[in-house]
């Protein structure tokens, strides 16, 4: 099933949209093979590349990518287990201020983010139907995990085209 209208926050409309398969389970899997596949065609030449000014670069972007899925399915998971508490919001250039990558190439973030990716499809694999129901409090509106695990799929998407549009176009 996928998450209706509604059931996420409205500017999750620029993530959800974005994923085509009509089960979260293999929109993880699906989106997985997808990310890793584009990043690993990405020459290392081009790792540090930003586009303009101030913008992030190319490991910074999979880095940033890395950071929304563990926040995602953090939330995820609280509202699984129904947690009342609402979760914080973050900033995501704040975060990206205080991750230092230039240590650090896209191989090594493309290995990152295939663990992390691994860790959320066994959380999701687990969720029943009605565990995928269950709807949360964000900073930004109500939201279901079912959506979260969509939005973590649908937000890793936009920046694969963000990085076809401004840094790797031809």
């Known amino acids: 099933m996928k998450p209706l209208q509604g059931t996420y926050p409205k500017y999750f409309e620029n993530y959800v949209p974005w994923v085509k398969e009509n089960d979260v389970h293999s929109a993880l899997r699906n989106n997985l093979t997808e990310v890793s596949s584009f990043f690993r065609a990405i020459p290392a030449d081009m790792e540090n590349y930003a586009y303009a000014p101030g ?9 940033h990518v890395i950071d929304t899925e563990r926040i995602f399915t953090y939330r995820a998971l609280r ?27 896209l191989d090594d973030l493309i ?9 959320s499809i066994l959380l999701f694999k687990y969720f029943s139907d009605d565990t995928l129901l ?17 939005t973590t799929c649908g937000h890793a998407i936009h920046h694969l085209n963000v990085l076809k549009e401004r840094y790797l176009k031809k």
Do not use: M
């Open 55 to 63: 913008k992030w670069n190319i490991k910074q972007v999979l880095n």
């Open 79 to 105: 509202f699984a287990r129904r947690d009342p508490q609402q979760p914080l919001p973050f900033e995501e250039n704040h975060y990206a201020d205080h991750a230092d990558v230039s240590q650090r190439t």
């Open 111 to 119: 290995e990152e983010f295939e663990a992390v990716r691994k860790a």
């Open 134 to 150: 269950v709807s949360g409090k964000t900073a930004a509106g109500d939201c279901t995990v079912l959506a979260l695990g969509y």
